[in-house]
């Protein structure tokens, strides 16, 4: 399957945020089929540390995550120079979260999905998100 990067590139990194241990893995073999490469966490402490170690491309998290929540985590990403650049994808279940789009902004949150959320549509926007911010490592798939 291609990847719709160069020979040389690897596959983008997706660093996943989720506690449900079933759904993490449904997000990583959906990713892995569609030339993704993953990291894997379960909650926010967990994943600022590997965000911080990987550099991952992309972060896709849930909002509602152990420690530290999705929120302060994307502001936590933010706030650091080396990883501000990084796409936040976010997935919640919580429909009340939805109400307030300025706390999405506030936070640094690139874009919202519903759970659950059809798995291409998750891939869609992951690539939709990685081609707005990488305008020559990642091109059309």
């Known amino acids: 399957m291609s990847t719709g990067l160069g020979t040389d590139s690897p596959s983008p990194l997706v660093l996943i945020v989720e506690d ?17 490469r993953t990291v894997e966490t379960h909650n926010g402490h967990q994943a600022l540390e590997r965000a911080r170690d990987e550099r991952p491309n992309i972060v896709l998290t849930d909002l509602a995550v152990p420690g530290m929540d999705g929120f302060e985590l994307c502001r936590a990403l933010k706030q650091s120079p080396r990883l501000r650049d990084i796409p936040i994808l976010a997935v919640t279940g919580h429909a009340e979260y939805l109400g307030d789009p300025n706390r999405f902004r506030q936070a640094g949150i690139d874009q919202v999905l519903m759970k659950p959320c059809p798995p291409d549509l ?9 081609r707005l911010t990488a305008p020559t490592s990642v091109q059309s798939r």
């Open 20 to 36: 449900d241990p079933a759904t993490r893995t449904l997000y990583r073999d959906v990713l892995a089929l569609s030339g993704l």
């Open 122 to 130: 998750l891939v869609q926007e992951i690539w939709r998100l990685l």
